[in-house]
């Protein structure tokens, strides 16, 4: 009778393994992968689209939010115009006391050249007017 | 074999079953109609229930003075719209909205009683408007009344330069008067197009069918006016008008060497942004509407052309009787004068007969010729498509004796008042007319700018306007026009005052005249022509000079006018003034 040696008891166990459960091992292992990728893919089409939805919902918001400002941007050049519109601000300058003067009144001003031909003012005596009508 | 016993059950449960069956094969069938026959024809009625076509408004592109300041802007306001079936006490609603709404409460009650589910209440509200009525809703829990946002033409300065801008149509917004019809093809713009998928609610399906044709906006236009010269001329021309009680008046003020008119005026006037009770003769552009003859002011162009060929030069002294006869017309001069005039005389003392004595050297060919030439009987601007020719008949149209004559002191000839300030522009440029135009500038939605160079021509020699415009010198300083005179600057200008014409009765009234004052400054080199027309002024001055001439109604609102145009725009006086001491 000859010895034998003994085999190792963890390769033993492994290697002692039944043809049923050989055949299952290899099945199961690509399913759950399969299955938590099919999963993970799900949850990430559903993200997309939630962000794809939520951005165009913000999209739509700041549209919206652009008419707005713009339609306020025109508002207030509307507004600003009618502030220096002269029939207003005439107005205003009446109640509070102001009056158009009779005379206009010119200031010589040395240095500063005129482009309107002078007739009876010597040359070089140049000038400037102030005032209103 | 015995045959199963029939009972009532067995029926019962047959007649079920079949009932069962054929239900289930009809609704297999539609199913099979839906899903599969009509399956695209079905697709479709639901996509078209979802997608919605969306017009996008473009924005009528803005007006500017020339120094940049809206004078015409579209901004989003809204129509207000009820649903009367939702009111339930309509006149408690009306006297809710009735202040900040055109109608009256009986009108709007009216409305908010009618049968049907719709009812306009207001249309192009403003957005100051549109906010208090929000509020007004907000505030009383109104149900039924509904906001609809669309553009809304505003008008920054009211009144001012109304006659000038014009209006748009409150339903669709087009140009109706003025600029706004005359360059509506360029304000307009494209209106865009949205294709947007909706939910039943309304709301946009994200991730639905979106399609974008965005809409281009209108070009804006930048005018020549001038604000400030435009309120001055407003405001004189309408105290002219209150204080002489003249139909109506009107002012232009344009730069001569640029054709650029500052200002144009009418009295009466409109607000463009309140439209109740808007008087329609009062919508009118006075300067480019009206014809009239124009009187003396047109003795101007024959002198010109005597001048110009050569016939006579200002020094020139003619016999000038009273009175003379042509043909079957006698014509006279209204204030007594000595025998012998010279040509500057005839202009300063606006002789009729001195006028029809140069007008019978140059002859009735080279007159119109002139008269042509200054741009009389047709439209002066391309900038105004309801400016009037005037009249002018053609030369081989003429009766042969007095047809000439009567021209030559401003009758038979009918011309606007933007006719005769480009006339008076013609001598103030040295002899070259330039077309008068007030738009400076046309800005298209991507920035290109487009400026069309007026049109121009030779007239006059620079010689002949130059003493022309001395000539017209002395109508202000010693003539007619004396009232236009401008403290610190050499005036030139001619008088007119011309009986009006009734064309209903088919006669020259004997009390009714058209007043006039055409004149510029300073007349060296003038910075500004300025013409002023006044339709039957009555009453009298303090000195007992009848408001119906020219010189006494229409020479004092050139000088008002031309003063403060000058000092706007810092032209320097060119004679001493009264503080000079």
Request: charged share 25%.
């Amino acid at each position: 009778m000859t010895s034998r040696a003994i085999p190792f008891p963890r390769e033993r166990a492994t290697d002692a393994a039944s043809p049923a459960v050989r055949r299952h091992l290899p099945r199961v292992r690509p399913l759950v992968v399969f299955t938590l990728a099919a999963i993970i893919a799900l949850f990430a089409m559903i993200y997309a689209r939630i962000s794809l939805d939520r951005n165009a919902f913000e999209l739509q918001r700041l549209e919206s939010q652009i008419a707005q400002e713009q339609a306020r941007y025109w508002n207030l050049k509307v507004e600003a115009a009618e502030l220096m519109d002269p029939v207003r601000i005439t107005g205003a300058a009446e109640e509070m006391g102001m009056v158009f003067p009779e005379r206009r009144v010119p200031i010589e001003v040395d240095g500063i050249t005129i482009d309107t031909p002078a007739r009876a003012i010597a040359p070089g005596d140049a000038t400037t007017t102030v005032g209103s009508p | 074999m015995q045959r199963p016993e029939w009972r009532w059950s067995d029926l019962r449960v047959l007649t079920v079953g079949f009932f069962l069956v054929a239900a289930w094969v009809t609704l297999g069938v539609r199913v099979y109609q839906v899903q599969a026959v009509d399956a695209v024809e079905f697709a479709q009625r639901g996509f078209d229930q979802r997608i919605k076509h969306e017009r996008i408004p473009a924005k009528r592109g803005t007006i500017y003075d020339r120094e940049g300041v809206e004078l015409a802007v579209s901004v989003v306001g809204a129509d207000l719209v009820a649903d009367p079936s939702l009111i339930d006490d309509p006149v408690a609603v009306a006297s809710l909205l009735e202040p900040e709404l055109d109608a009256d409460l009986e009108t709007l009650s009216e409305r908010l009683s009618r049968d049907g589910r719709y009812a306009l209440l207001g249309s192009a509200l403003r957005p100051e408007t549109v906010e208090r009525l929000e509020q007004i809703i907000d505030d009383n829990d109104v149900v039924g009344l509904t906001l609809v946002p669309r553009p809304v033409r505003v008008y920054p300065s009211g009144r001012l330069a109304a006659h000038v801008l014009g209006l748009t149509r409150l339903d669709d917004g087009s140009g109706l008067e003025g600029l706004e019809a005359g360059l509506d093809d360029v304000l307009v713009g494209k209106d865009g197009t949205r294709i947007v998928e909706r939910d039943p609610g309304g709301r946009a399906i994200p991730q639905g069918q979106f399609l974008v044709e965005p809409a281009r906006p209108g070009s804006d236009v930048v005018t020549t006016i001038d604000r400030q010269i435009q309120f001055i001329a407003e405001s004189a021309i309408t105290e002219a008008v209150e204080r002489t009680g003249a139909n109506w008046g009107t002012v232009v003020v344009l730069i001569p060497q640029t054709g650029e008119i500052l200002a144009m005026a009418s009295a009466p006037g409109f607000d463009p942004n309140d439209r109740r009770g808007l008087d329609p003769d009062a919508i009118a552009n006075r300067a480019i509407a009206e014809v009239y003859e124009p009187g003396s002011t047109l003795k101007v162009i024959t002198i010109a052309g005597a001048l110009e060929e050569g016939l006579v030069s200002p020094g020139t002294a003619i016999d000038v009787p009273q009175r003379i006869e042509i043909g079957p017309k006698e014509y006279s001069d209204p204030s007594r004068h000595a025998s012998r005039l010279t040509v500057a005389d005839i202009v300063r003392k606006s002789s009729n007969v001195g006028t029809i004595e140069l007008q019978q050297l140059l002859g009735n060919d080279r007159q119109y010729a002139y008269l042509d030439a200054f741009g009389l009987g047709r439209a002066s601007s391309i900038d105004f498509p309801g400016e009037r020719p005037g009249t002018l008949e053609h030369v081989s149209d003429w009766c042969p004796s007095t047809c000439g004559p009567s021209a030559a002191i401003g009758y038979g000839v009918g011309v606007t008042p933007l006719q005769m300030a480009s006339v008076f522009a013609t001598i103030a440029n040295d002899g070259e007319w330039i077309e008068p135009h007030v738009v400076a500038e046309i800005v298209d939605a991507d920035g290109n700018s487009i400026v069309t160079e007026p049109r121009r021509r030779r007239v006059l020699s620079a010689e002949t306007a130059r003493q022309m415009r001395q000539m017209l010198e002395g109508v202000v300083a010693g003539g007619t026009g004396y009232r236009a005179a401008i403290d610190g600057f050499s005036v030139g200008g001619k008088t007119g005052t011309a009986e009006k014409y009734l064309p209903e009765e088919g006669i020259y009234s004997t009390e009714d005249r058209m007043a006039s004052f055409v004149g510029m400054a300073p007349i060296d080199r003038p910075r500004i022509v300025v013409a002023v027309v006044l339709d039957s002024p009555r009453g009298t001055l303090d000195d007992g000079t009848e408001l119906k001439f020219g010189g006494a109604s229409a020479a004092p609102v050139f000088a008002v006018v031309a003063e403060a145009t000058l000092n706007e725009l810092g032209v320097s006086p060119d004679l001493p003034t009264d503080t000079d001491g």
